[in-house]
């Protein structure tokens, strides 16, 4: 599946798909909020010609992902520590959302590399787009 060389992937942005996290290649939980190239949402603009639309690029490597998942999940619900033999990447759409103590709201993402342990706690509940790196084994969170 992941037969694109990322020097091929033509983006008119700062960051070069190269550059892009991969829940592959990282030991930590990587977010918009430590994004190590700095502010992702600068770096990542892609130009257009469209007045008043505005683009920026996911700075994830999707290229192993195989699985979307949209998960819903109510208020007032807490999911204990576990971890999954994947990586996972998280978007919120909605809602908000507390990964091992740090807080995520909606336009917030998140890569949690293999293996990594973490709970979830949510007051309001929270939508998002869950992308796995096989099937999911644990269906939680």
């Known amino acids: 599946m992941a037969n694109i060389n990322p020097e091929d992937v033509k983006l008119d942005t700062k960051l070069s798909f190269s550059a892009f996290v ?4 990282t030991s930590t939980i990587i977010s918009n909020k430590n994004f190590p190239h700095g502010d992702w949402s600068e770096c990542c603009e892609i130009s257009h010609r469209f007045e008043g639309v505005y683009k920026r690029a996911l700075p994830i490597d999707f290229r192993d992902f195989c699985m979307l998942v949209l998960t819903k999940v109510a208020p007032k619900t807490n999911v204990p520590q576990h ?3 994947e990586g996972i990447f998280r978007y ?3 809602g908000s959302l507390t990964i091992n103590g740090e807080h995520y709201r909606a336009g917030d993402w998140l890569v949690v590399p293999e293996g990594m342990p973490y709970e979830i ?8 787009i869950a992308g796995y790196l096989m099937a999911c084994g644990d269906p939680g969170g």
């Open 22 to 25: 991969s829940p592959k290649n």
């Open 83 to 85: 971890s999954h033999k």
């Open 92 to 94: 919120i759409i909605e």
């Open 121 to 128: 706690s949510t007051i309001e509940g929270y939508t998002a």
